[in-house]
């Protein structure tokens, strides 16, 4: 496995791959690596002949009060997951190394991002944008895995390549989730013992959105109103949005029909944390 700091040997690497005719695919990543990301790793191996995963926690996609500072970092043991998992090179970039000082392009969407997560963080996709078109370009990456836990974030990626017409294939993949049936994610090392019990109330429910599905309720004003009263008796929770919305248009829907997103987002103390279930 190969380790790349800089764009100038990433891009090398990925032009000497192409050269012999060989598949790239891309695992995005911020690091502190987990089951979800190495199940994006193997995914990644099924579509091309060499995987790259990057690791850099993006500081544009950040807001000054978020918690960019202290979002959990572990290189080594990153990359020694990577090596147990095939990956042919990682690329683990300074934020010097991403971005100039004095960059002055950015990227704006128009549409996607103003729902759901974008609410509250109304210039984190704009950051999401902006550094996987740059490590598409820097990789020349052919296809490029996404987890389906940032729905929103799959949805917003793939509007990009289609509205730009960019070469990448885009693909989706499920997500992994603990025993318990929390979405694995790197925040939730930032749950105490009492609030990882109160985060199930994401888990609860989807699970409750399932259910009404498959009793065939079409009412996604009943089923929201159903989850918001389940997880405002948490008394650790606080509700950011729960929302039934088209999976690719992200435009709110009030009949529940197939293709619909079900997302939520909670705060369990100070972590927020986000789920989502796509009915089908
Ligand atoms: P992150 O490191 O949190 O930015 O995530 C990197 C990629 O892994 C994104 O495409 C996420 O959607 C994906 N991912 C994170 N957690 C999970 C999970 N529990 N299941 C599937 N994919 C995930």
């Known amino acids: 496995m190969k380790l790349l700091k800089t764009k100038e040997d990433m891009s090398a690497l990925a032009d000497s791959w192409h050269s012999e005719h060989l598949r790239v695919a891309l695992v995005p990543t911020m690091g502190f690596l987990h089951d979800g990301h190495l199940s994006l790793i193997r995914i990644a191996h099924q579509k091309a002949d060499r995987v790259i995963v990057s690791v850099f926690v993006n500081p544009t996609q950040f807001a000054p009060n978020e918690d960019f500072a202290s979002y959990p970092r572990n290189e080594a043991a990153d990359r020694e997951l990577c090596k147990k998992e095939g990956v042919h090179a990682v690329f683990i970039p300074d934020a010097g190394e991403i971005y100039e000082p004095d960059a002055s392009i950015g990227f704006t969407e128009s549409s996607l991002s103003k729902v759901l997560c974008g609410k509250t963080r109304p210039t984190h996709f704009q950051g999401v944008l902006l550094v996987v078109n740059k490590l598409f370009n820097i990789t020349r990456a052919d296809a490029a895995v996404f987890g389906m836990k940032d729905a929103q974030q799959l949805a917003i990626i793939r509007r990009m390549v289609r509205d730009l017409d960019m070469p990448v294939e885009i693909v989706p993949a499920p997500i992994v989730r603990e025993a318990d049936g929390l979405a694995m994610s790197s925040r939730n090392v930032y749950l105490s013992t009492t609030e990882r019990k109160d985060a199930l109330c994401l888990r609860q429910a989807l699970d409750m959105a399932e259910k009404a599905w498959a009793d065939g ?64």
């Open 217 to 280: 309720s079409t009412s996604a004003e009943s089923l929201i109103s159903d989850i918001r009263k389940m997880i405002s008796a948490v008394s650790g929770a606080a509700i950011d949005y729960v929302e039934a919305v088209d999976a690719d248009t992200l435009e709110a829907v009030s009949t529940l029909r197939s293709n619909t997103l079900v997302a939520i987002a909670v705060k369990i103390g100070k972590t927020r944390l986000i789920d989502n279930i796509v009915l089908n």
